[in-house]
């Protein structure tokens, strides 16, 4: 008797602490789970957009996308080619350049196989301008002329082409722009023309005069945007001090001004942004700096030092470390598509995290970025694959939720093994 009350209690106190192990194990397998979800997948993005394996996984999610735009069921060099003609007629020639490139992944197999020989037999020129150059033979004529026309129109020093050909490349300089064309002597130094001309400025920042008399009419009580006269002042006097962040910041000003005037930039983003150039040059103390500055009669050379003077006495040197941070990112962004192409992409942004992603997409995906945000919206941003950083740390995190996992199937089986056992002997009995 004695002996059956000892073995019910040890089943009893068994069974306790095999209830408290499955709890407890299954309690902490979701905490510890999203603990190395969020170590592996939530690196920090700023760090991994350079990184070699985040571009090539996002590129091959770009790729992935492009082919997904066109059904099955439709012709795919009609409803391409319908595409390059409408971003054509829209002026959208980022999109227009994007959808050239995407030729390979939005055509059928056969035709991409075409455009992938036609490239690789062209030996002048980037891989993308290669690529460009042979998508264009697939465009119907009066799109290529389009395109021939208004995206990479011949200089001065180049002969017209016909619809049907294609035309002579302009030389390309060494910072992405244009040079003069140089006359050909014969036909072994004639070579197709760069089809993308990606190579564009935009310069809204101004001149000081300018920002002078901007200045005037603000003290004046006239309608001005002070967000845009606060980002040209900001421009100018990194310009003014040699600084090396200046022609960055100057590139991106200039974008988010166009954005900001045209009303193109989404609400959170633009109230980010405008937080960013408050905290780095407040508007009040500002503007009393420019009364002071102003009060005197001068010509408007005169009133240069002093307005420039008014503007760098009241930035917030912290303040304009964190904006410029931001404005180098956009600035990358511009320098890989475009400005205008760069204000297509940036619509899409809402918060600094998705900022940092479209840096990642346009990085990986170029001006095919600038396309697939015009079908799919914010979707783009969602392309930017982090990717898995192995570290020592990681990997003992999931050989520690393998155990846990393992802990669970062993302690589940036993306390199953269990309740047959005591089954069995209840069947004895």
Known sequence: MSSRWRQREARRASTWRQSLLFNSLLLLLPVFAAEIVTEAFSADLASQMNSPIAQIETRDQIREALGELIPGSEDK????????????????????????????????????????????????????????????????????????????????????????????????DTEGGTAPAQPVSGPETMSPRDPLKTGQILSLIGRTEDLTRRSQLWLADEPVDTFTLRLRGLGLVLQEDGSSSADQFAAAASVIAAGHRANRLEDRFSDYISGRVEEALPEAPLRDSLASALETTQTMEGYAAPVLAAFR??????????????????????????????????????????????????????????????????????????????TLLLTFQIMALAAIGMAIFWTTLSAFAQAQTMQLRAGFR
């Open 313 to 390: 006495d009241n930035i917030e040197p912290e303040a304009l470390l964190r904006l410029s941070r931001d404005m180098e990112t956009i600035a990358d962004i511009s320098s890989r598509v475009s400005p205008s192409g760069a204000l297509s992409v940036l619509e899409q942004v809402a918060t600094p995290e998705d900022m940092r992603r479209a840096k990642l997409v346009t990085l990986a995906g170029g001006e095919l970025s600038v396309a697939l945000s015009r079908e799919i919206g914010q979707d783009v941003l969602g392309l930017a694959q982090i990717g898995v950083k192995w």
């Open 77 to 172: 060099r009609e409803a391409w080619a319908a595409r390059v003609s409408e971003t054509l007629n829209e002026g959208n020639f980022p999109a227009a350049r994007g959808y050239l490139l995407a030729a390979p992944y939005m055509l059928d197999e056969q035709k991409a196989r075409s455009v992938q020989a036609a490239a690789e037999s062209d030996t002048a020129g980037t891989q993308e301008q290669r690529y460009a150059r042979a998508a264009l033979i697939f465009l119907p004529d009066d799109v290529r002329a389009t395109y021939q026309r208004v995206v990479t129109p011949p200089t001065a020093a180049e002969p017209a082409t016909s619809a049907g050909s294609l035309p002579a490349r302009q030389e390309t």
